[in-house]
């Protein structure tokens, strides 16, 4: 079993940054693969950003390709996700996820995820 707890959501005006932190808890955390997901109100959950367990594969979404980064640190257990130049339509509940396996060409499919977080509120006001 492992625990996801995400941080570091708020209010922001559009063009400023803020850094996401998930820290995981559990049996072989470091070992997973991790992804940055996102629902906006009335929206599906979509895929922002993923990386290996290795930080050897790394994979984003278009709309914030340029604008975030993701990094993990596994001494930490713990997946950050930098977002600069924030836009209001980055405003949205984030959600972390670990997935126990590899996922091909799956990583945007949150379904691959076995772990959630319980998420972070990030408001980006125009």
């Known amino acids: 079993q492992v625990q996801l707890v995400e941080s570091g959501g708020g209010l922001v005006q559009a063009g400023d940054s803020l850094r996401l932190s998930c820290a995981a808890s559990g049996r072989s955390a470091s070992s997973y693969n991790m992804g940055w997901f996102r629902q906006a109100p009335g929206k599906e959950r979509e895929f922002v950003a993923g990386?290996?367990?290795?930080?050897?594969?790394?994979f984003y979404a278009d709309s914030v390709k340029g604008r975030f980064t993701i990094s993990r640190d596994n001494a930490k257990n713990t997946v950050y996700l930098q977002m600069n130049k924030l836009k209001p339509e980055d405003t949205a509940d984030y959600f972390c996820g670990a997935a126990t396996s590899w996922w091909g060409n799956n990583y945007r499919d949150f379904k691959k995820y076995n772990y959630w977080g319980q998420g972070t509120q990030v408001t980006v006001s125009s």
């Open positions: 990386m290996s367990w290795s930080g050897g594969s790394i």
